[in-house]
T-cell receptor
């Protein structure tokens, strides 16, 4: 059974600092991994999708890496802004059409 | 990418009553998923709904408590039956669709925030 862990559970940084969010998983036989952002009381917004065959994906200030052999993915957010304050979730899909298994999330606060 | 709407966005209900949540997608999708997010927790899958067949429920969730309908490829409903305060959660509808890339990506609706008194 796939288990997904996100550490730290919460993170507070001053504006401008780079953010590093970690996601680890127990079963390396994955189909893809998605990083999401969730604002309080809201739904999930997809940030980046990494297929099993890929090592990283980039979008603007966001970069996500995937290392299946070590069971880890890292989301980097460069030059953080107060608007980046949210909870970030990683979700792992083990096969096409299957559910996502989520980590517990990292709650980020970027202080002006 | 798929655009998903949910109704209602939030509701406050009395214990023992039932609430039906609607999920509408702007494109035809094969699989729709219903997740629950309890306060301060991550997301847990309730069931997978395919058009034309019975929903498949995850361990710990049963059809009598969470009946699901999937009448066509763009719509689904989830009912939370005989509610108790423990059912207070955000309920999220999700679909798998081709996003901006050529890969299947998961998209989520805005959620329904349910409070049971």
């Amino acid at each position: 059974k796939q288990e997904v862990t996100q550490i730290p559970a919460a993170l507070s940084v001053p504006e401008g600092e780079n953010l590093v969010l970690n996601c680890s998983f127990t079963d390396s036989a994955i189909y893809n991994l998605q990083w999401f952002r969730q604002d309080p009381g809201k739904g999930l917004t997809s940030l980046l999708l990494i297929q099993s065959s890929q090592r990283e994906q980039t979008s603007g200030r966001l970069n996500a890496s995937l290392d299946k052999s070590s069971g880890r993915s890292t989301l980097y957010i460069a030059a953080s802004q107060p608007g980046d304050s949210a909870t970030y979730l990683c979700g792992i899909k083990e096969a096409a059409g299957n559910k996502l298994t989520f980590g517990g999330g990292t709650r980020v606060l970027v202080k002006p | 990418s798929a655009v998903i709407s949910q109704k209602p966005s939030r509701d406050i209900c009395q214990r023992g009553t039932s609430l039906t949540i609607q999920c509408q997608v702007d494109s035809q999708v094969t699989m729709m998923f219903w997740y629950r997010q309890q306060p301060g927790q991550s997301l847990t899958l309730i069931a997978t709904a395919n058009q034309g067949s019975e929903a498949t429920y995850e361990s710990g969730f049963v059809i009598d408590k969470f009946p699901i309908s999937r009448p066509n490829l763009t719509f689904s409903t989830l009912t939370v039956s005989n509610m108790s305060p423990e059912d207070s959660s955000i309920y999220l509808c999700s679909v798998e669709d081709r996003g901006g890339s050529s890969y299947n990506e998961q998209f989520f609706g805005p959620g329904t925030r349910l409070t049971v008194l």
